[in-house]
């Protein structure tokens, strides 16, 4: 019989998707395959490959690899050991309009994880990591008033528009079968978010201890010439290394590369501009998770200038 997932973390990009990952992966009911960000659901299917493995995006600025047949996808589960719960994490789902209905046909049981982070830090997350590969190069006011479409940069404001993105998902699945957690919870109880996860994803979590200290897929800009060659490096031969190279000692070589990176403050005239634009969509994702949020819509954040 074929292997497919029970469960799928969906989104969003740069709100905790690799520490949920990381956390998850540490318990032993828990098979999550080698690679991260598959991708099947995102895209129409692809029935001219051939291959067993994953394809190389080689047209992508991350030559990701990504599963584009049902053959490569189901390789990736093979492994998992009787009485699992078996998962993926493919951020793209929930900002792809073919998601929600490939996965709704192919596994329309399937139970839906979204992890979310204030929409504004979010998009500045997400430029920072572009900075820190060296794709990006212009300011982050510039860069999230390009018009869309144009790459890089326009994931950067709309991936964060979490409320038109779920509501297929709600309006297709039910409440009952997502749910959502928020980067905030996860940061302040990280072992009460993670263990109430497993919960409702069916396993033992009373005697769960996972390891919460590790920072995972960090942003921010190089501190020198060094640290940034070797972040552009890493993206280059990633596609290589990553399939073959031990994950402890890819998170330990991650580890290290982080501490040259410093982080910057948002202007408060962008953080404003960004507000107003996800003001409607925040009152749209307080509607269908019955949460407030309007922490998120404040023009400041503790600590910035005024």
């Given at each position: 019989?074929?292997?497919?997932?029970?469960?799928l973390?969906?989104?969003?990009?740069?709100?905790?998707?690799?520490?949920?990952?990381?956390?998850?992966?540490?318990?032993?009911?828990?098979?999550?395959?080698?690679l991260?960000?598959?991708?099947?659901?995102?895209?129409?299917?692809?029935?001219?490959?051939?291959?067993r493995?994953?394809?190389?995006?080689?047209?992508?600025?991350?030559?990701?690899?990504?599963?584009?047949?049902?053959?490569?996808?189901?390789?990736?589960?093979?492994?998992?050991?009787?009485?699992?719960?078996?998962?993926?994490?493919?951020?793209?789902?929930?900002?792809?309009?073919?998601a929600?209905?490939?996965?709704?046909?192919?596994?329309?049981?399937?139970?839906?994880?979204?992890?979310?982070?204030?929409?504004?830090?979010?998009?500045?997350?997400d430029?920072?990591?572009?900075?820190?590969?060296?794709?990006?190069?212009?300011?982050?006011?510039?860069?999230?008033?390009?018009?869309?479409?144009?790459?890089?940069?326009?994931?950067?404001?709309?991936?964060?528009?979490?409320?038109?993105?779920?509501?297929?998902?709600?309006?297709?699945?039910?409440?009952?079968r997502?749910?959502?957690?928020?980067?905030?919870?996860?940061?302040?109880?990280?072992?009460?978010?993670?263990?109430?996860?497993?919960?409702?994803l069916?396993?033992?979590?009373?005697?769960?201890?996972?390891?919460?200290?590790?920072?995972?897929?960090?942003?921010?800009?190089?501190?020198?010439?060094?640290?940034?060659?070797?972040?552009?490096?890493?993206?280059?031969?990633?596609?290589?290394?990553?399939?073959?190279?031990?994950?402890w000692?890819?998170?330990?070589?991650?580890?290290?590369?982080?501490?040259?990176?410093?982080?910057?403050p948002?202007?408060?005239?962008?953080?404003?501009?960004?507000?107003?634009?996800?003001?409607?969509?925040?009152?749209?994702?307080?509607?269908?998770?019955?949460?407030?949020?309007?922490?998120?819509?404040?023009?400041?954040?503790?600590g910035?200038?005024?």
């Amino acid at each position: 019989m074929v292997r497919l997932p029970d469960f799928l973390i969906i989104g969003a990009y740069k709100s905790g998707t690799t520490s949920l990952v990381e956390y998850l992966g540490q318990h032993p009911q828990v098979f999550l395959p080698w690679l991260q960000e598959p991708n099947y659901f995102a895209h129409p299917a692809d029935s001219n490959s051939t291959a067993r493995k994953p394809d190389i995006e080689w047209g992508s600025v991350y030559r990701r690899h990504r599963t584009n047949t049902m053959r490569q996808y189901a390789a990736l589960f093979e492994d998992a050991p009787p009485g699992s719960i078996v998962g993926e994490c493919s951020p793209e789902y929930m900002r792809s309009p073919h998601a929600v209905s490939r996965i709704h046909e192919t596994l329309p049981n399937v139970k839906l994880v979204a992890i979310l982070r204030n929409p504004v830090e979010r998009a500045h997350s997400d430029y920072q990591a572009f900075v820190r590969d060296s794709i990006e190069t212009e300011d982050f006011a510039a860069a999230v008033r390009r018009s869309p479409g144009l790459e890089p940069g326009h994931q950067y404001v709309l991936t964060g528009f979490y409320g038109r993105q779920l509501k297929p998902y709600y309006d297709m699945f039910g409440a009952d079968r997502i749910k959502v957690l928020l980067n905030d919870d996860l940061r302040s109880d990280s072992l009460g978010s993670i263990r109430g996860l497993g919960d409702w994803l069916g396993v033992e979590t009373k005697e769960w201890e996972p390891n919460l200290n590790r920072n995972r897929n960090v942003s921010g800009r190089p501190g020198n010439v060094a640290v940034s060659t070797a972040f552009r490096l890493r993206r280059r031969l990633r596609p290589w290394l990553k399939p073959i190279v031990p994950q402890w000692a890819q998170r330990r070589a991650d580890g290290l590369l982080v501490t040259g990176l410093k982080r910057e403050p948002i202007a408060p005239d962008v953080r404003g501009h960004l507000v107003d634009i996800y003001r409607e969509d925040v009152s749209l994702l307080q509607a269908l998770i019955g949460r407030d949020l309007s922490g998120w819509l404040a023009n400041e954040r503790a600590g910035e200038p005024k």
